[in-house]
Nanobody, 121 residues
Framework: VQLQASGGGLVQTGGSLRVSCKIP????????LGWFRQAPGKKRDFIAL????????MYADSVKGRFTISRDKAENTVTLQMNALKPEDTAVYYC???????????????WGQGTQVTVSS
């Protein structure tokens, strides 16, 4: 069963958005949840990850200090809060589930369907 992403939308530069991802089934403490994004004509880039058990986080330099990843164990969701958005943040955002704290998209096991985030200048 696929991860279910929601949220996103259109916002002006400097605004905020939140994207969430519902994770189906049981999530083991060893799991890692993450967010990637892909702009048209570009590769899928790592944004942030969080370890399900301990809650350790990792961010791409481009979003550090602006984006915050969190997880809700009771709801089986992972959320990306995005503040101070810039036009270059415009992309389709994907949630992912994996086993390793990796920035490489090929290391992740399952993906959500993607949700569009557009930041107007």
């Amino acid at each position: 069963v696929q991860l279910q992403a929601s949220g996103g939308g259109l916002v002006q530069t400097g605004g905020s958005l939140r994207v969430s991802c519902k994770i189906p089934g049981r999530v083991y403490s060893s799991a890692v949840l993450g967010w990637f994004r892909q702009a048209p004509g570009k590769k899928r880039d790592f944004i942030a990850l969080i370890s399900w058990g301990a809650g350790h986080t990792m961010y791409a330099d481009s979003v550090k200090g602006r984006f915050t990843i969190s997880r809700d164990k009771a709801e089986n969701t992972v959320t990306l809060q995005m503040n101070a958005l810039k036009p270059e943040d415009t992309a389709v955002y994907y949630c992912a589930r994996g086993r390793y704290r990796s920035r490489a998209s090929e290391d992740w096991d399952s993906w959500g369907q993607g949700t569009q985030v557009t930041v107007s200048s």
